[in-house]
């Protein structure tokens, strides 16, 4: 029993045959009309000129019949395709006839009109083999009625001037030949057949493929969105958790309250790092993060990780030491630059216990050259590939989830694909570790001799921050925050109530959320305040690190923070903004 994928398919092949049909159509006429002719040419002197005048207009009528209804048969027919099918065998019989009725002319010509004659009617029986893909009855209603009047004429016909056995042989090589081209249609059906299978299959793949592309790139779409909301919306509260813990440690409270706070700050710091390496690594994984590249001074930044990572350095008793340091214009990302550094040095310090840490930075071959070394406990030589791959840790077995996830590693060794840096690892056990990143030799830009500017020390009794932020949480935690440091704080939680609160209290610092959404699309803060406080400093901060606010004016002395922000990431921001004022 015939299933419904087999009448499906059964259906589409039949169709493609009327297809081809079509296409033949217009090819069969170049050579046929020769062959008319000839055979015409043949029997012209020799038999009655009306029998062979009446027989070539019949047949070359019956062609342009044919020609005319198969060049469009495939789309007359193409939803009942079985019936274009039948009309083509009657076509092709009718053909075959008419070809057939040239044999009237044998009596009257000699053997070798008689032989070319014959040796025409069966090229054309063997071209039909190939304008019809060998489909039987296509090809049978065409050349049987060729092919068996050949057979009897030469096993019946005299032949007075040869040898009597001729005629039956060439009867029984005709019957041969024709029994041939029969098994070769069916060979050439099952090949045209087998290919349009093959073909259909390979449609119907595609089309899964695309199909699955298409639920691919949803999916990405889908995660990229997800990413883009889990940045700010888990970050969200592990900020506004840091900045509480921050304010509760600076308060007067008794001894064993103080631990306890400190211990509290120590585990959001560790689920915040541990956010933030599970996001780097999902947005790598999902492609979503872009290379934007700037000209940045390599001093800057390089100090910048520097103060960073010092008091995580002195918590350990190991000494961080910074060398080489210049004045340098360099071509990179610096976001992404500077993670894949940030995630150098903080691996370096978590895995070093005794002496230091050093981070470096000279020129080599005119590539600029950044160089993270620690006095660990070093890498045997057959673990320093797998170091790189994700959730890999040396000497963590029991999954302490202090020493993190494994990932920091993983993720600079994409980071630095991204950016073209060729990363060098070379470790020894008990040695210590050096981590090498060659920048590109187009990155180099040019020396500047700007000194380095020293942070000035604060008053921060008499610095006045606006804080602005719509979530009710974040801003209550970072207002508390400031005031322990016993900076004088105003509060707005949307553009009009900022600048409400910048004519009552002029600040010396705008503190702001970067996804401000205060129901205000025709006001953006940053634009607003340059225009009104061009030279007032600002400080962003945003769940992700690349985030990209939207600046009217480059001139506006802008920082970008990082949720969750600890206290010596603020204090250095509100240091580093005031010292550009």
């Known amino acids: 029993m015939n299933t419904p994928i087999d009448n499906t398919a059964s259906f589409a092949a039949k169709q493609e045959m009327l297809h081809l049909l079509a296409r033949q159509s217009g090819r069969v006429p170049f050579g046929k ?31 342009m019949l044919r020609w005319l209804i198969l060049s469009r048969i495939d789309t007359h027919f193409l939803d009942r395709p079985q019936t274009g099918l039948n009309l083509s065998v009657w076509l092709s019989l009718i053909n075959g006839l008419v070809m057939a009725c040239s044999l009237m002319v044998f009596p009257f ?28 009855p296509l090809f049978l209603s065409y050349a049987a009625p060729i092919a068996l ?89 592990i900020h506004t958790l840091s900045l509480f813990s921050a304010a509760l440690i600076r308060r007067d409270i008794d001894t064993k309250s103080k631990q306890i706070a400190s211990h509290m700050d120590n585990a959001i710091q560790a689920l915040a790092a541990q956010l933030d390496t599970l996001l780097d690594i999902s947005k790598l994984e999902a492609g979503v993060v872009d290379v934007n590249i700037k000209t940045i ?29 210049e004045h340098l214009d360099i071509s990179t990302d610096p976001i992404l630059l500077e993670r894949i550094i940030r995630n150098l ?30 006095s660990g406990q070093g890498i045997p030589s057959e673990e320093q590939a797998k170091i790189f791959e ?35 690892l070379r470790s020894s056990p008990g040695k210590g570790t050096r981590i090498r990143l060659l920048l590109p030799s187009s990155s180099l830009q040019s020396v500047t001799h700007a000194p380095r500017e020293e942070l000035p020390q604060l008053a921060w009794q008499n610095i006045k921050v606006l804080v602005v932020d719509d979530e009710a949480d974040a801003l209550q935690a970072m207002s508390t925050l400031l005031q322990e440091l016993s900076c004088q704080v105003s509060c707005a939680h949307s553009t009009q109530s900022a600048l409400k609160a910048a004519r009552v209290t002029p600040p010396d610092v705008l503190l702001a959320d970067v996804d401000l959404n205060s129901h ?49 990431t603020l204090t250095q921001a509100i240091r580093q903004s005031l010292a550009k004022v």
């Open 109 to 136: 010509i000699p053997e070798v009109e008689r032989a070319v004659h014959t040796l025409i009617l069966m090229g054309l029986c063997t071209g039909a083999i190939a304008t019809t893909a060998g489909h039987l």
């Open 297 to 325: 001074d390599i001093h800057t930044l390089l100090s910048r990780l520097f103060e960073e990572h010092i008091q995580s350095a002195r918590q350990k008793n190991l000494h961080l030491g910074i060398n080489g340091l």
């Open 390 to 424: 994700e959730f890999y840790q040396l000497n963590n077995p029991e999954r302490n989830r202090s020493k993190g996830l494994g990932l920091g590693l993983a993720i600079v060794k994409r980071l630095t694909k991204l950016i073209d840096i060729d990363i060098d």
């Open 520 to 568: 205000e699309p025709d006001l953006n803060l940053i634009d607003v305040f340059h225009t009104q406080h061009p030279s007032l400093p600002i400080i962003l901060v945003g769940g992700q690190a690349d985030t990209q606010p939207t600046l009217g004016a480059e001139a506006t002395p802008l920082i970008q923070l990082q949720k969750p922000v600890t206290l010596e």
């Open 33 to 63: 009309i020769p062959a008319i002719l000839l055979i015409a040419a043949l029997a012209w002197m020799s038999a009655p000129k009306a029998i062979v005048a009446g027989w070539a207009c019949a047949a070359l009528a019956v062609l």
């Open 345 to 374: 040095l903080s691996n370096a310090i978590k895995y070093t216990d005794k002496g230091g840490v050093d981070l470096n930075f000279s020129i080599e071959d005119r590539r600029p050259c950044i160089e993270v070394i620690d």
């Open 149 to 237: 009047p050949l057979v009897i004429i030469w096993g019946s016909l005299a032949t007075p001037n040869q040898a009597e056995w001729i005629g039956p042989g060439l009867a029984v090589l005709i019957a041969m030949f024709f029994g041939l081209m029969i098994s070769l249609a069916r060979d050439t059906s099952r090949l045209y057949l087998r290919s349009f299978q093959i073909r259909s299959e390979q449609s119907e793949l595609n089309s899964k493929l695309q199909q699955a592309l298409n639920q691919a790139e949803m999916a990405s779409h889908t995660k990229t969105r997800f990413l883009a909301s889990a940045s700010h919306d888990l970050r969200q509260p």
